[in-house]
C-alpha cells in the first residue's frame, strides 16, 4: 500500500530565505508524486507533479521539488519564500498504474514571516 | 485542468438530517471522487463517483451512509445522511482529468450541531 510521511507539521522562514517542505513516501512500483497546498476556506490547489523523466520537476508560483528515488522523498523547495506563501501543503503519492487514488500526507503548514 | 464547483460552500446542520453535496464540472471527465478532510486532518478518500453505475467505496466508508450519485460526466452528488458531530468536514469533490492529474473542488465545510 501506497504511503505518505511529512515529518514536520509546521515550517518557519523569513520572507525572502529559502524553503524546503519535506516528504518522503513508499509506493511498490513506480510513484507518482504531487503537491498541493491549501490556503484558509479554500480547496486545494495542484503545485505541481512528478511522473517521469527529469528529477527536478517546477511548478506554479515559482515552487520546484526534486524526486529522489534512492531516498524515497519528493522534497517541496522555493528560493525565495513569499509571505503570501503561508498555507498548508499536501504531499500526495499514487502508484503508476490502476486508477487514480492518491493517498495524502498529513500536511505541513509553511509560515512565512515578513 | 477543470472548473469545479461544489454548493453548498458551507452549511450547518442539526444531528439526524441530511445533506447532499453537489459538485458541477465545467467539461466531461471520466473519474470523479469525494474526498473528507476531517478538521486538522489529511485528505480521506471516500468513495469513486461511476457514471452510470454504483460508487466505489473506500474501507470504512458505506453507501447507507454516504450515498452517491454520478448521473452524467459533469457533476455528481454526496449525501452525508443521518449525520452526527463526527461528521464535521469538509467535503471535497475531485476530478481527474488525465491520467496524471487531479483537481479538487473548493470543498464544503459542513458542521454538525
Known amino acids: 500500500a501506497q504511503s505518505v510521511a511529512q515529518p514536520e507539521d509546521q515550517v518557519n522562514v523569513a520572507e525572502g530565505n529559502p524553503l524546503t517542505v519535506k516528504c518522503t513516501y513508499s509506493v511498490s512500483g513506480n510513484p507518482y508524486l504531487f503537491w498541493y497546498v491549501q490556503y484558509p476556506n479554500r480547496g486545494l490547489q495542484f503545485l505541481l507533479k512528478?511522473?517521469?523523466?527529469?528529477?527536478l520537476v517546477k511548478g506554479s508560483y515559482g515552487f520546484e521539488a526534486e524526486f529522489n528515488k534512492s531516498q524515497t522523498s519528493f522534497h517541496l523547495k522555493k528560493p525565495s519564500a513569499l509571505v503570501s506563501d503561508s498555507a498548508l501543503y499536501f504531499c500526495a503519492v499514487r502508484r503508476d498504474t490502476g486508477f487514480q487514488k492518491l493517498v495524502f500526507g498529513t500536511g505541513t503548514r509553511l509560515l512565512v514571516s515578513p | 485542468s477543470a472548473v469545479i464547483s461544489q454548493k453548498p460552500s458551507r452549511d450547518i446542520c442539526q444531528r439526524g438530517t441530511s445533506l447532499t453535496i453537489q459538485c458541477q464540472v465545467d467539461?466531461?471527465?471520466?473519474?470523479m471522487f469525494w474526498y473528507r478532510q476531517q478538521p486538522g486532518q489529511s485528505l480521506t478518500l471516500i468513495a469513486t463517483a461511476n457514471q452510470g453505475s454504483e460508487a466505489t467505496y473506500e474501507s470504512g466508508f458505506v453507501i447507507d451512509k454516504f450515498p452517491i450519485s454520478r448521473p452524467n460526466l459533469t457533476f455528481s452528488t454526496l449525501t452525508v445522511s443521518n449525520m452526527s458531530p463526527e461528521d464535521s468536514s469538509i467535503y471535497l469533490c475531485?476530478?481527474?482529468?488525465?491520467?496524471?492529474?487531479?483537481?479538487f473542488g473548493p470543498g464544503t465545510r459542513l458542521t454538525v450541531l
Open positions: 475531485s476530478v481527474g482529468t488525465s491520467r496524471y492529474e487531479q483537481f
Open positions: 467539461s466531461q471527465v471520466t473519474m
Open positions: 512528478y511522473i517521469t523523466g527529469d528529477n
